[in-house]
């Protein structure tokens, strides 16, 4: 797993924009970050005397949390902007809000948004770092960079793996990450949902497409189970939980037939019952806390690497 | 570059390491509570190979663990190529044991200051000390070796390039000069 290759970038927008090189070198710097983690002293000295602002326009905690141990692990200092509490909701711009940041000699922001693209228009605007925590439907890069870093510990290797994504893809920025970054490893990618929630040209990205869980299961090594936000309006896609707990929820007889080994992933937070069952969730399958664990080894890599990357967008 | 002169072959470096083992021994009165710990890239090999001289000498096989200490650089924001970061693999409880720290040359001494800084961090040994295949002097911390396979006076202008076999295809020691 050895990997020369070095990183020039000052931000972390999308897997879109990187090449399987990168992709690389961030789950190999990931891999030696992990140590650090289960040591009697969990903090290393990389990013001493650096800020980290978490500037997040959307409710998260585990993405959020997540980003602070793994800036905080790295000795940088963290200063949470909770945007609905903020100066956003007197009207001012994100980057107007960005610019004040990098005035007060932050390093990195990393941003959350409900717009796709956020990240992006704010990185053109300032010279220190941005780093993607998830904009709109558009990319969510260190969660489906977690996802990849957990199948290739598990597995040994991405090439040649068939991974399936189920659940509302047409609104999952996790979905979108992970097909650009598991394809471009070499994986073969199957998208999974009711027809209603699979956006049209989704095939452009390299997965396929297919709406009975079942069949999709058949040839997998591993499932990706999306949340199903029922708190959004997804009325017209579908009529109810437990319908879709039916149809597309991953359950022990789901599992049974397929590959004995079949890895179970889960960005969380989990709707039991709903898109994936407690016996699943618990079971042998899943390695939904080793992603809670591996994510922070991957934001460490991620904080580490453009901190030292110069290259603008 | 040009080479200037070859300082170890194969045999010297192995003569080296043989008599530094001996001399760890001596000092430390046996093997008991022993640790090695190589720093990346050469250290660790030579920790390894350290281990197994002692092992001859004193049947007695000692942990031996590798460090990279890139997060611990007091360098980090000044060099402009992105270094790479490997793993630290310390597979054993550092407290109250006698750490000897390995590396290929001793130079400025602030490699070896990660190192001790980077080994704190997982617990608190009863003592390091340090062994180098090299020592070329140019000290810019109070750091020095317990353990030197050669002293070689150098000029600022060269540079002490150890291979070994395990990364070079070869083992040798040799004084480059910069053009």
Known sequence: ?313 | MKEKAKILDKVGIERALMRIAHEIIESNKGTQDLCIVGIRTRGAFLAERLASCIEKIDNNKVPVGILDITLYRDDLSLISEQPVVHKTQIGFDISDKKIILVDDVLYTGRTVRAAIDALMDFGRPKEIQLAVLVDRGHRELPIRADFAGKNIPTSKNEIIEVRLQEEDKIDEVVIVERD
């Open chain 1, 1 to 313: 797993m050895k990997n020369m290759s070095s990183w020039t970038k000052k931000d972390l927008l999308g897997l879109y924009e990187l090449n399987k090189e990168e992709i690389e070198l961030i789950l190999d710097t990931a891999d030696s970050f992990k140590e650090i983690s289960t040591r009697e002293i969990k903090k290393v000295p990389a990013l001493r005397g650096k800020t980290v602002v978490n500037l997040f326009y959307e409710p998260s905690t585990r993405t959020r949390v997540s980003f602070e141990v793994a800036a905080k692990r790295l000795s940088a200092d963290v200063i949470n902007i909770a945007a609905q509490e903020s100066s956003v909701k007197k009207g001012e711009t994100i980057i107007d809000t960005g610019t004040n940041i990098q005035a007060l000699k932050a390093d990195i922001i990393v941003i959350r948004h409900d717009s796709s693209g956020a990240a992006a228009m704010l990185s053109r605007h300032v010279n220190i770092s941005v780093v993607n925590a998830g904009d709109g439907w558009h990319e969510h890069p260190t969660q489906a960079l977690l996802d990849i870093f957990t199948l290739r510990e598990k597995i040994g290797k991405i090439k040649g793996l068939h991974v399936v994504i189920v659940g509302d893809i047409s609104h999952s920025r996790v979905a979108r990450s992970n097909i650009w970054g598991l394809t471009k490893l070499g994986a073969k990618v199957t998208v999974c949902a009711p027809p209603m929630l699979i956006p049209e040209e989704i095939e452009k990205t390299g997965a396929q497409v297919c709406h009975d869980i079942d069949e999709a299961l058949k040839s997998a090594d591993a499932v990706n189970v999306l949340r199903m936000q029922f708190e959004r309006d997804l009325k017209g896609a579908f009529p109810n939980q437990h319908e879709y707990f039916k149809k597309f929820g991953i359950t022990k007889e789901r599992l049974e037939k397929v590959k004995k080994g079949i890895i179970v992933m889960h960005p969380g937070p989990l709707n039991r019952g709903i898109e994936i069952s407690s016996e699943v969730a618990d079971g042998a399958n899943s390695v939904i806390l080793e992603q809670v664990t591996n994510g922070i080894a991957v934001r460490m890599a991620v904080l580490f690497l453009v901190s030292q990357g110069k290259e603008k967008p």
